[in-house]
């Protein structure tokens, strides 16, 4: 690194999207094509894979240009991928037991996403063991659990739970609740909190 580079103190910079549309290996270069034209010759970290169609965050400045990019992010196939921004939406939900069907609990999915679920859910146990409850979405179970070990019996109790789904359709979704390791109860007392955190995808 030269004197003059650490003695430069970047200006007017700002965050561009761009579209990987050339890739060189050798120099670990890139070119870069975004809403105000193409750059060749960017450079990237060593260990990282690109390849041509990846969307590409950089960190431009007034006077010399890009001069960061962050990693890969693959969406080979969007278009036009150098104006596309991510939208993020967030909900939540307050729902009472009891859990199992026919109980159900509507939402709204604004855009196409992938939505981060954090939850907590309440129940108490028989007998002294595993028990869980298991989400599923509009009819399919979700592979990530409300589950835990009881010492107590009969003592409600908050289990928490988190999980991602990916590529959510834009419209009404259910959700549902299930025992999936008996042993387990609930009645009106039990409370569920599911909250989520939706980003667009293309």
Known sequence: ????????????????????????????????????????????????????????????????????????????????????????????????????????????VPFKADILVVSTLSFWANNTGMTGFQPWLDGVAVGSWWDLYFNQTAVHTTVGNAFTLRNVAPGNHTWTISMVIGNGQSDGNDRGHIGMTMVEVP
């Not at 991928?81 to 026919?102: C, E, F, H, K, Q």
Request: proline share 9%; charged share 15%.
């Open 1 to 108: 690194m030269a004197l003059e580079d650490t003695l430069y103190t970047p200006s007017g910079t700002r965050w561009l999207t761009g579209l990987v549309a050339a890739v060189d290996t050798t120099k670990h270069e890139l070119t870069i094509t975004y809403a105000g034209g193409t750059v060749p010759n960017v450079r990237y970290l060593r260990g990282q894979s690109w390849t041509v169609g990846d969307i590409v965050e950089c960190l431009s400045d007034e006077v010399r240009g890009i001069i960061a990019i962050g990693s890969p992010y693959p969406r080979t196939g969007s278009a036009p991928a150098w104006n596309w921004t991510p939208r993020t939406y967030v909900s939540d939900l307050l729902i009472a037991g009891p859990w199992p069907p026919p109980a159900s609990w509507g939402f709204t």
